[in-house]
């Protein structure tokens, strides 16, 4: 199965042309900028159109008009995850978000005990601690920004893939411990230019 990943598009998804071919494209979060309404229906009209056999997104912490939202009157090959999971082709996908309100409450975390064990490929938002995560702190030096909970939970299922975003800088794609890590961030990170989108394969 060839998955398009992408996250982070900050209302730039209609500047995405030419996307490469692939059997999924997964959103793993942050498609809106301000957390707008009108923000989440532009970019659920663009990724509805897609050509592609299946769609799979999950919201980021810049998506937060979505908070508990129902979204009803997807097509069938659209799948809207939301600490829930869709299982295509034999894949079995699972989604978490990442709402700020989850994350001051520390719900996340119960989020995250939540995946299921037999989870082929996870989609976060948040990446785990240590991986395609390292960015700026308030004196300049870079830090891990990711969970170590979640890599935690990931190191316990070892699912073929995790899918997430939300550093910008940490674009692209490395393998551990024969878990594929895939940071789909299109924005780069002064928000100026777009990345490549993340080819997979499992």
Not at 179 to 201: K, Q, R, V
Request: contains cysteine; glycine residues 6%.
């Amino acid at each position: 199965m060839k998955i398009l990943h992408i996250s982070d598009t900050h209302n730039a998804h209609h500047r995405l042309s030419e996307l490469p071919e692939a059997d999924i494209v997964v959103h793993s979060g942050d498609f809106c900028m301000v957390g707008e309404e009108r923000e989440a229906l532009d970019f659920l009209n663009w990724f509805c159109d897609l050509p592609y056999k299946h769609k799979v997104f999950i919201c980021g912490n810049h998506d937060e008009c979505l908070y508990e939202a129902k979204i009803d009157g997807l097509d069938n090959n659209v799948h809207y995850l939301c600490n829930s999971g869709v299982e295509i082709d034999g894949i079995k996908f699972h989604g978490v978000p990442m709402f700020n309100r989850d994350c001051i409450f520390a719900k996340q975390y119960r989020n995250y005990a939540l995946i299921p064990e037999d989870t082929d490929v996870l989609i976060t938002h948040t990446p785990p601690s240590g991986i395609l995560d390292l960015d700026d702190s308030i004196n300049g030096e870079l830090i891990h920004y990711g969970s170590e909970t979640l890599l935690e939970h990931i190191m316990n299922i070892h699912p073929k893939a995790h899918l997430f975003g939300h550093i910008h800088r940490q674009h692209g794609v490395t393998e551990q411990n024969g878990i594929i890590f895939s940071n789909g961030a299109i924005m780069n990170d002064d928000y100026t230019n777009l990345n490549i989108p993340n080819i997979i394969e499992i």
